[in-house]
């Protein structure tokens, strides 16, 4: 039963503040494990218009005060549509109270299936998924973000899992057909190679292709760094060393690299697989590197790619002679993750309003804001708005100046010619003023480091319309300015959460040096990593840590 009582005290905000969702529940000290948790709530979430319906026509809360809505929710979640059922041994009191009113709540559930016409509770759960869209009424709005799905050319091609995996979808030729085509149909994206959208309601977890590796759920932001980096020519020159993913875990970017160096007509040519670039990948947490580890395997790049679990990248000494080829570096340090769409906050459950039974003395008021089992108040959960967060500057600037840090770093190694930055953030002191203050620093001057102009980026990017924002068009509130040339701002990719492209909000830039400029006489330009600005080690392990977190394809729960 802690399973409920913890999910319980993430939905009533028991996780505090800070980081996306899956980050607080991880970071969270819980009985239960968080891949549970974590997967309760997002599913419980996505039928609680149904549930809460279930529910108060059943009319059993009235007559069970240990039953707050909050946890009936979660409960009667799993009595209908988990296949373990409830996750508590059948004697427990909860349980035992909720079941004594099963034949009444399963009746109230085929009721609803049979009501919206549907012969099954795949084609239920499609159906409830139209009437949770803003409209209200059925009606799919103009658009509806999609999930995006990764084809991961290690191990398999886009032509292969279209024959196999999506041989039973429809293609459509935009995403605002794909928001009301239904499950069975995909979308090629226009910027990204090997990249599809398919209707957020799509089953492919369960997948073969998603468990051996094949596919992949990744956002269409998070993939631009990986393909800004290399393009997708696998010959080209910047492809000809090894690379450097700095705050690589859970390896979503990572895996990205490595399916771009397996690209085209060599993707499964061992040969030339051996004589590809190496991949570091690299990250300070250790319980993170594990599951990076793991998503390496899974993917197929075990040869391509070597971890090295609990290594900052600010401690790794550029002149170490396994990184004397090293050319590219894709970087995503720790960010505000004020971009992240959908995972940012905690989901809001629309939960049953429960009408006061008939009692003397005083009556126990048990609204929407009941009181939880663990004593915390689930205040507004059923509102379907959200606040804004208001704006942490003193942390934007510590983050600010950490993320620079790990730039200047990069720069310094010897071989490197190219290197991108991205962050899940749409602020611009995490941002255009990153961009701006490493291209005036000592070690971009001294080694010849400018922007990755926009004309000479990979073919799809050339095409992507959003680019950096001017001082005064930016949210930060009046925060540090930044000079940037229109050739640099151009240079400089967005994404906005919620806009019609479907993605998180997400910045990219890529920087290239010039090789006449040599390597300074021998003399390597270093970051220390104790020039302490309060921030704390570059782990990748900070709040946008679960940003690239969705693939899950390890057998878990």
Known sequence: MSLYLDAVFILAGGSGDGGSFKSRIYNSKLKSSPAQVYALITEASKWDI??????????????????????SILLVHDLLLSKRGIAAPA?????????????????????????????????????????????GNGTPTAFVPPRWVRINNVVTTLDEELTTTF???????SLLDLSSSGAQSYYRDAHIPDLLAVPQSAELT????YKKGKIIIQDKASCFPAYLL??????????????????????????HMASLLCSGSNAHDKASNQKRARIFSCDASQSRSKILQKMVSVAGAAELVSVLPGQDFLALSPDDKRFRNV????????????????????????LPTVPEPQQRGKKRKRTAQATTDNGSKAASLDAKGSQKAEIDHDRLVKLSNLQSRIIEHAFSFPAATRVTYSTCSIHAQENEVVVSRVLKSPVAQRRGWKILPKNEQAEGLRKWKHRGVKPGESNDGGMESWQLTETEREACLRCWPSDEE??????????VRDPSFGDN?????????????????SNGDGDQSDEESEWEGFGSD
């Open 50 to 71: 149904l549930l809460k319906e279930v529910i108060e026509n059943s009319g059993f809360l009235p007559l069970e005060p240990k039953l707050t809505p909050l946890l």
């Open 91 to 135: 004697n427990h009191h909860l349980r035992s109270t909720l079941e004594k009113h099963k034949s009444r709540i399963k009746a109230e559930f085929v009721k609803a299936r049979v009501r919206r016409r549907c012969a099954s509770v795949e084609e239920l759960k499609s159906v409830i998924a139209k009437e949770k869209q803003p409209s």
């Open 167 to 173: 041989s039973s979808y429809k293609a459509v030729s």
């Open 206 to 209: 369960s997948s073969a292709a």
């Open 230 to 255: 290399l393009g997708s020519d696998a010959t080209a020159e910047q492809c000809s060393g090894d690379l450097v993913d700095a705050c690589a875990a859970p390896g979503n970017k990572t895996t």
């Open 327 to 350: 050319k590219g570096l894709l970087l995503d340090p720790s960010c505000s993750g004020s971009g992240i769409v959908g995972r940012d906050d905690v989901p809001r459950l629309a």
């Open 502 to 511: 479907g993605t998180g909000g997400f910045f990219v830039a890529g920087f």
């Open 521 to 537: 006489g021998g003399v390597i330009d270093t970051v220390a990593p104790d020039s302490g600005d309060g921030v704390g080690e």
